[in-house]
């Protein structure tokens, strides 16, 4: 029965999977997928205003033309679980990630220098974006997830006792073994003190039992 329960890793905290089998980190591909295009776009649009300030004429459209079929291709494969775009894909979440922070001390110096309130937004947004980024962009050395990522990732080698089941952190995806029905708001990933389960998915269990 340990390796049936094995096969039937979520997020803690999170609902278990459809049927035995599934893919334990689909759903965090997924959303990581969506970030590489999106991180991608930004990449591409900050490289051609640089390439626009350092070159012009054919040689911009060539330049971002490439740039951009290069961008595609990446998100395509890393979407499509290519083992070739894995870590390009981690290349396009740590360059958003510095156009972010860049962007980031760029509003914070013109808020000190006297700039609109609005400046300390920019640098709010700019600030939240750059740790989303960076924190999947961090997933990718984690080997629970490259080996989900690569569709290796044979989990039955855990002993897992009664009830219990394999779960990845939803901060830092390390494999935890826990039950399900035990868990609260006070416990926390061993590897990264992250909360195991989410304060909106607590409120809305009390809310379902009152």
Known sequence: MASNRADEMVLAGAAPTPAPGSDPVAHVHRGTSFIVLVDGAIVVFSAYLLIGALFSGIVVDLLLGGLMLSTLLIYAGYRNRKPWAYWPSVGILVLACLVFIANALY????????????????????AWAALGSGRRALFHWHPGYRAGYLRKGPLSDFNLEDGEMLAACPSCLAVLAIRPTMLGDADRCPHCGGALVSQSLINKYNDEEA
Not at 110 to 115: D, E, I, Q, T, V
């Open 107 to 126: 509003s914070l110096v013109l808020l000190l220098a006297g700039g609109f309130v609005s400046n300390l937004l920019f640098v709010a947004l700019f």
